[in-house]
């Protein structure tokens, strides 16, 4: 039996169940989303793979655990990017501006190589919950700006960063990619 390096057991917990997930992570990053298996992870965290099923019920449910860990990250990343906002307005600046950085840095190239791994019908609820709360900001502002169709608002201004986001990844030049973005939003705003 292995010995538990945390003070309890719940501690433990947590921490092997962080060591897989990063396992995982890796694997993804370095494979794809499809290579993520609960042998794959066993392996490269050098443990059995009844170790890994302790803690998920399957590859899937492990994919689906690390995609709701990543738009956590994400959305923590944001909510503080956004914390100094002194209007409604330079909130939704902060959050697209926040949001174009973190895919310029190439943080979200996880989430990109998870996206055609196909995740389990029961945790689709979880993952609309945890991309709710990376939207919430936006949202609560686009309510305090009073704009009349908050979801066209929010559909709009996602399509214009998939757009950056694309033309970032094709190697366009970040910051000039995330100032027009940024002001092609917020004029835009101004109409909806």
């Not at 538990?4 to 997930?21: E, F, N, S, V």
């Not at 956590?72 to 950085?101: M, P, R, V």
């Not at 389990?120 to 936006?138: N, S, T, W």
């Amino acid at each position: 039996m292995p010995r538990i390096a945390t003070q309890t057991l719940a501690q433990h917990r947590d921490w092997r169940r962080g060591q897989l997930i990063e396992a995982a992570a890796s694997i993804a990053m370095q494979s794809g989303g499809q290579a993520v298996t609960v042998a794959a992870v066993a392996q490269h965290a050098g443990l059995s793979r009844t170790s890994v099923y302790e803690y998920f019920a399957s590859s899937a449910d492990l994919v689906a655990d690390l995609v709701i860990d990543e738009l956590n990250g994400f959305s923590d990343y944001l909510t503080k990017e956004i914390a100094q906002a002194n209007s409604a307005s330079n909130s939704i600046e902060l959050w697209i501006k926040g949001a174009l950085t973190y895919i310029a840095d190439g943080r979200h190239l996880l989430a990109k190589a998870l996206n055609a791994t196909t995740l389990p019908q029961e945790r689709a609820h979880q993952i609309r919950v945890a991309h709710r709360a990376l939207l919430a900001p936006l949202i609560d502002s686009l309510e305090k700006l009073q704009v009349q169709d908050v979801q066209q608002a929010l559909a709009f201004l996602q399509a214009v960063t998939d757009v950056s986001t694309k033309r970032i990844e094709a190697g366009n030049n970040a910051a000039k990619e995330i100032e027009k973005a940024t002001a092609f939003c917020l004029n835009g705003l101004i109409s909806i």
